[in-house]
């Protein structure tokens, strides 16, 4: 699957707007440019649960956190942001910008509210010699003095429009979604793993107590990860395993397949112990090699010390010598 490598976030507003994103790239590759395991550091009320949230939104629209509708950020006629994914695809050194515009619904204003979102996405591949529409080079916003003015939502839809930038409405989600697959970016991941784990406080545990038998990791993981779906608009993993269900339904291979997996699964969880046990016999022979080491110097250097005590005795003895004729 493709790794992230840059994250761009222009005119987020949060914490009922005491808090502004002007425009700020988050890098998660080393010096080669190489994408690497990044942790975010925040502190509390700083907005870790709002990155996520806005993380989700380029490939799942709408997708909640803790809760909260996406479009509790956008109460005003004016609030709009952009949110772009620059990703490193596989076996290639070409990368892929994958961008979600949001805004207010046209209904909100100063007085009313908005209770819904406007939204369309867009990709763009780096794969044409001097191409400058990348993620960093992309003009969403301008500089003057200390202020940075974003462009509006309509104007940057006119930008993409004009370059001839992969340009996908609201309506042609899945449109949009198919073709991310094209690139190894399945939604279906991210709709059915990260947005449970994020959707409410303690996600990830509740997620992962639905696995505690080799059955459950069966028919509520794998199996679907293994399994076609014909049912492209099924939003939620009951619907989902419920289409699964019917699809292989007399299916003599796929429960071939189940059973052959619950098998393994059963293995693996044999050898959990073995694992277990392993990792602890490393820790204690990593604890070993430390404190081998610690006595090393420590021996090391009381050696350096007598030497240079023989040294000294050695020194006295002649000078006594020396004198004693």
């Not at 007085?111 to 529409?133: C, M, P, Q, V």
């Not at 990348?134 to 429009?161: A, C, M, N, V, W």
């Not at 604890?287 to 610690?294: E, F, G, N, V, W």
């Amino acid at each position: 699957m493709p790794a992230i490598r840059k994250i761009r976030i222009v005119n987020f507003r949060f914490n009922n707007g005491a808090k502004l994103i002007p425009d700020e790239i988050f890098c998660t590759e080393n010096a080669e440019g190489k994408p690497i395991d990044t942790l975010f550091n925040l502190d509390n009320g700083g907005g870790k649960s709002v990155i996520v949230q806005l993380l989700l939104q380029p490939i799942c629209p709408k997708a909640k956190v803790q809760n909260r509708n996406i479009s509790d950020y956008f109460q005003k006629g004016t609030d709009h942001a952009f949110v772009l994914i620059e990703w490193a695809l596989d076996g290639s050194h070409n990368s892929l910008l994958t961008g979600i515009a949001l805004a207010a619904s046209t209904t909100a204003d100063d007085e009313n509210e908005s209770k819904t979102i406007r939204y369309y996405t867009f990709i763009h591949d780096y794969t044409r010699a001097g191409d400058k529409l990348d993620l960093i080079s992309l003009p969403l916003s301008q500089r003057t003095g200390s202020h940075i003015r974003p462009i509006s939502f309509d104007e940057l839809r006119k930008y993409l429009q004009n370059r001839r930038v992969e340009y996908y409405p609201s309506d042609s989600l899945r449109r949009y979604q198919k073709r991310l697959e094209e690139f190894g970016i399945f939604y279906t991941e991210w709709e059915n793993i990260l947005v449970p784990i994020n959707a409410v406080e303690g996600g990830i545990t509740k997620f992962f107590e639905e696995y505690k038998t080799s059955d459950r990791l069966l028919d509520k993981f794998i199996i679907p990860g293994v399994m076609p779906s014909n049912d492209t608009s099924t939003r939620s993993l009951e619907e989902m395993f419920i289409n699964y269900a019917v699809s292989y339904a007399g299916q003599e291979k796929n429960l071939l397949l189940k059973s052959q997996i619950r098998d393994f699964t059963d293995k693996l969880q044999g050898m959990l112990q073995l694992i277990k046990d392993m990792w602890n016999a490393e820790d204690q022979k990593i604890q070993s090699i430390h404190q081998l080491a610690d006595h090393s110097f420590t021996l090391q250097h009381q050696i350096k010390l007598n030497k240079e005590r023989q040294q000294q005795l050695e020194k006295a003895i002649s000078d006594l010598k020396t004198n004693s004729f």
